[in-house]
């Protein structure tokens, strides 16, 4: 992960955005740009959370990691959010390991500056009190999604929710990694995308993934896409009242 100097362009992250200019001129004297690199561990479980971060285009997931190895995505977090929540939560570990799926920039401050910004029960606290119901949503509708849906649906709203946040119809995944963010076999992902596929909905080669037929992709995810993408439309605006 590399650090450059603060970069003169529009904010990309939407927690970021949706400051005050007075707010976000008291926050950049503790930011830093950042690239994540794939397959990159912001933190592991049960290790100190000494910075948080505000991706861009970046995706990081939320993985459970079991006894046997075997890795669930528990949550996603993009662009919408920000990654060391249990920062303001009162503790500084978690029981999930942050990792980087998708490279891009973002940025970065350390947590103690993060938790006193915070504790001015400033917009920030209110942004983040906000999107902390945002990914709660997330991962219980995830919860939901994994026990009650088939691949399929599940597929359709996680390639979804990638496409919204790189703000991209094409990206690069493998279908083991699929499959380990949806918990399920390979087979499966290679016959539920097969489905896709076949209805031209998707292309899929070698792990390149494009979505051809937006609204028809739409229509073969499940209502959890739309619960999640309506609660953060919702709560993540400049002009949201709790």
């Known amino acids: 992960m590399s650090i450059s100097n603060l970069p003169q362009e529009p904010i990309k992250n ?41 991706p861009h285009q970046a995706i990081i997931s939320l993985v459970s990691i079991l006894e046997d190895g075997t890795s ?7 662009n919408e959010g920000m990654v060391g929540l249990p920062v303001i939560w009162g503790s500084n570990t978690t029981t999930t390991t942050a990792l980087v799926q998708v490279a891009d920039g973002g940025m970065r401050m350390k947590a103690m500056p993060l938790l006193t910004e915070f504790n001015r029960g400033s917009e920030l606290q209110s942004l983040l009190l906000r999107y902390t119901q ?22 359709a709203r996680w390639l979804l929710i990638v496409s919204d946040n790189m ?8 279908q083991e990694f699929i499959g380990e963010m949806l918990g399920c076999r390979r087979s499966g992902v290679t016959v539920a995308a097969s489905i896709l596929s076949r209805a031209g909905i998707i292309t899929y080669k070698r792990g390149n993934i494009a979505i051809l037929d937006r609204k028809h992709l739409e229509d073969a995810s ?3 896409y739309s619960i999640i993408k309506n609660e953060s439309a919702r709560l993540l605006t400049k002009k949201s009242k709790l």
Request: proline letters at 2%; hydrophobic letters at 45%.
């Open 72 to 78: 669930v995505e528990a949550g996603i977090v993009s």
């Open 167 to 174: 703000q991209s119809d094409k990206f690069l995944l493998t």
């Open 222 to 224: 499940c209502e959890c």
């Open 134 to 155: 945002i990914l709660f949503t997330q991962v219980t509708q995830t919860a939901v999604c994994n026990r009650v849906h088939t691949i399929e649906e599940r597929l």
């Open 14 to 54: 939407h927690i970021l955005a949706a400051l005050s200019s007075a707010e976000y001129q008291r926050l950049i004297a503790h930011l830093e740009p950042v690239e994540f690199e794939i397959k990159q561990v912001l933190y592991k479980v049960g290790e100190p959370i000494t910075h948080v971060y505000f």
